[in-house]
């Protein structure tokens, strides 16, 4: 027979052992932690705008059980407007609201929001959305949204 004060510590046990012992909240065995080159496409169909992201970004989890991803960026996001003409944007910035949670990602590098996946099965990769909120010279603000990726650098 159980007790009521030993069925309380059973379930607290119980509930441990099933939460494993990964600090980050990850779904992934291997740590995000590192350096990963981005690209991606997007496009604003109002404008007619289409543009391509390249950069890197380095990520940090950090423990504790709160699945926050830091780090910093550096990217350019070369577009083609619906005149013909070109305008770039680079920068680089920190990773702010970054969320590890299972295999779920999301972070923000100044005028782009990310979301993505980080699968166990592809830990050298990471798949998602984004979109972002961009002031250009000749057109003035414009809100692409677009695909990208993220390899880790070996």
Do not use: K
């Not at 950069?55 to 619906?82: H, I, K, P, Y």
């Not at 949670?101 to 099965?121: A, K, Q």
């Not at 603000?141 to 390899?151: E, K, L």
Request: glycine share 14%.
């Amino acid at each position: 027979m159980i007790r009521q004060g030993q069925r309380s510590f059973l379930l607290v046990v119980l509930f441990a052992a099933a939460c494993g012992d990964n600090p980050t909240g990850s779904g992934v065995d291997q740590p995000i932690d590192g350096t990963w080159t981005l690209s991606g496409v997007y496009s604003e169909f109002d404008l007619l705008v289409q543009c391509r992201l390249s950069g890197e970004v380095r990520f940090q989890a950090v423990g504790g059980g709160v699945n926050t991803v830091t780090g910093s960026g550096d990217w350019m996001l070369d577009c083609l407007l619906n005149d013909g003409s070109r305008e770039s944007i680079s920068g680089s910035a920190a990773v702010t609201l970054g969320r590890l949670t299972g295999e779920d990602l999301s972070f923000d590098i100044t005028e782009c929001g990310f979301s993505g996946t980080y699968r166990s099965s592809s830990p050298s990769r990471i798949e998602g959305h984004s979109a972002c909120n961009i002031a250009f010279t000749q057109t003035g603000f414009v809100a692409p949204i677009g695909s990208w990726q993220a390899d880790r650098v070996q």
